[in-house]
Every structure is written in C-alpha cells, then in structure tokens.
C-alpha cells in the first residue's frame, strides 16, 4: 500500500525548530522572521509574501498600514505557498504587546515582520507556538530505559563473602536551610548544625531517593542568590538577572546530568518520571516568572 503524502501544512507543522531560534521577550516566545521565511523558501522556492499598501489623503498617498478612528493602526500581510495564499491584519503593538496610536516607521515595521511570521504559522511552520506549547518544540529529550543488566548468577552460601555493615547517609530535612548552604558560592564548607535531629538514611533505602531529593533541592529557581547569608557579609543578590537566565539553568542543569538521569530511567522508572517532572516544572515556573516550587 503506497503511503499517503503530507500536505504541506502537516509537513510545516511537524518541522522541529533549534531552541536558538526561538526568542524570548518579556515571557512571550518569538520566532525569529529570517530564520522562518528562509525554511519556508528551503522547503517551497516558489513562497512569496506581500506587504500590503494603503491609499489614504488628500491629494492621496501610499502608506504599509492603516488606521481606525481612535489612532491605533494595523499592518496586511499575505504569504503564499504553492498557490495557497493567506492573509492576516496584524496590530502594531508596543515591546509590552499593547496596541500603539500614531505608530513611528519602526513600529510599523516590526509589526510587518511579526505579521509575517503569524501568517507562516497559519500554513503551518511555528503554529505550536502559538498555541503556547513551544516547549513541545524545544522540550529536553527525555532518556529512554536502558536494558537492564544481565543478571550475576548467586553464589552458594557457603562461598559468599560476609557484606559489612551499611553506611548510613544523613540529609538534612529542611530543605530552605540544606538548599541555601549548598547554594552559598562564598563558603568552602558546608556545615550542617543539629545533626542529632537529622534523619538517618541507612543502605537499606533506596539510593534513588537520595538522588531525588538532590534534584529536587539543587534545582535552578528564580529565588535563588549569590548569597545565602547577607547579615554576614555575603551580597544576597539574585543570582539570575532574567527568567530566560533561570530557564537556561535549568536546561543545562540537564545536560550535566543527563547520564545519572538515565541511570534512574533504567533502574526505577517512577522516580525517574518525578525527576522529569521537577525539571519541567522548574522550567515553566521560571518561563513564567516564579520561584520553583519543588513540587511536580
């Protein structure tokens, strides 16, 4: 049976866009207009778009964009792909994405460019981001389980050598105290205080938990700062300048542990899938403005 070919707006809809692409302005995202006109052109030669022109005056004259009664002004651009053209009024809007009133040239035409985008997007190319899912476009690869390690044939008993005694590990159950001491880039040592109070976590446990607890802790969030104790001296000032700094945190924060992640992928799918989610979540809290909950 001969398969069926895609259209072109299922082909432009499911085209996977480089994260370097996508801008991020005041918590919107942005598709950068070369980079989307230079893959519809890679994909279709053919692709042609118009600004459109407006006659207005007397005697009269052309200008990119029109106005109403109250001032605000609008822009026309139409893309055409293989013979299907699209057109879309597009606002000019200010950086705050708030209709402007006698707009300068360079409103009008950055509100050209974004009016070209938005009607790309119609055939397809960048729509998910309109949608408010350009995590789907950009979204961190998750590990896939590893196959699990072939199994060590058991000893007899009398051959067995004698385990010794587990060691035990203590963690600090406040997370604000334990986070904001790691957190501290002017300390050489961390020291934990109370440690009779602290929990003892023997061999017995569950090691992945312990590696749940240190992603969940040490996660970038926007409430984090260079200093974790500014009555003694240390600044105290946020460590992240912008929600995008934090999201850029969070990704790399992945990257470097990419490996252990798929560790636990193989090992204990369900902390695993927790693990993911603290790192989306963390990622859309900063995206949107806030703190890191630790939660999922």
């Known amino acids: 049976m001969t398969e069926k070919k895609k259209g072109n707006f299922e082909s432009l809809f499911e085209a996977k866009i480089p994260a370097d692409k996508i801008e991020k302005k005041n918590g919107f995202d942005y598709l950068k207009w070369s980079y989307a006109w230079s893959q519809i052109k890679k994909r279709h030669p053919d692709a042609s778009f118009e600004k459109h022109w407006f006659t207005v005056g007397e005697p009269s004259y052309s200008i990119p964009y029109a106005m ?7 822009v026309k651009v139409t ?36 009016g070209l985008v938005k009607t790309i997007a119609y055939h397809g190319f960048g729509l998910l981001l309109y949608e408010g899912a350009a995590d789907e476009l950009i979204e961190v690869e998750e590990e896939k389980p590893q196959p699990e390690p072939k199994k060590v044939k058991k000893q007899p008993e009398d051959k067995k ?20 001491k ?4 002017h300390a050489d040592v961390v020291t934990l205080e109370d440690e009779e109070n602290l929990p003892v976590i023997s061999g017995d446990s569950d090691a992945f938990d312990i590696l749940e607890k240190v992603f969940q802790t040490f996660m970038p969030s ?23 700094d934090c999201v850029k ?22 902390t695993h899938r927790r693990v993911m989610t603290y790192f989306k979540s963390a990622k859309q809290s900063a995206q949107n403005n806030q703190p890191f909950g630790g939660d999922e």
Not at 68 to 74: R, S, T, V
Not at 161 to 180: A, G, L, Q, T
Not at 225 to 237: C, D, H, K, T
């Open 161 to 180: 050598k004698p385990e010794s005694p587990p060691s035990e590990v203590k963690i600090n159950p406040s997370k604000e105290e334990f986070r904001s």
């Open 182 to 185: 790691m957190l501290d880039h």
């Open 222 to 244: 926007l409430d984090d700062s260079i200093g974790a104790n500014p009555e003694e001296g240390f600044s105290g000032e946020q460590l992240y300048e912008t929600p995008d």
């Open 68 to 74: 109403d009664k109250k001032g605000f002004a609008y």
């Open 79 to 114: 893309v055409t792909i293989d013979g299907d053209s699209i057109t879309e009024t597009f606002p000019v809007l200010d950086y705050r994405n708030k209709a402007v009133q006698t707009p300068d040239p360079m409103a009008v035409n950055t509100a050209l460019q974004r």
């Open 249 to 270: 945190a969070v990704e790399d924060f992945y990257k470097i542990n990419k490996e252990a992640i798929g560790m636990i992928a193989s090992t204990s799918p369900e």
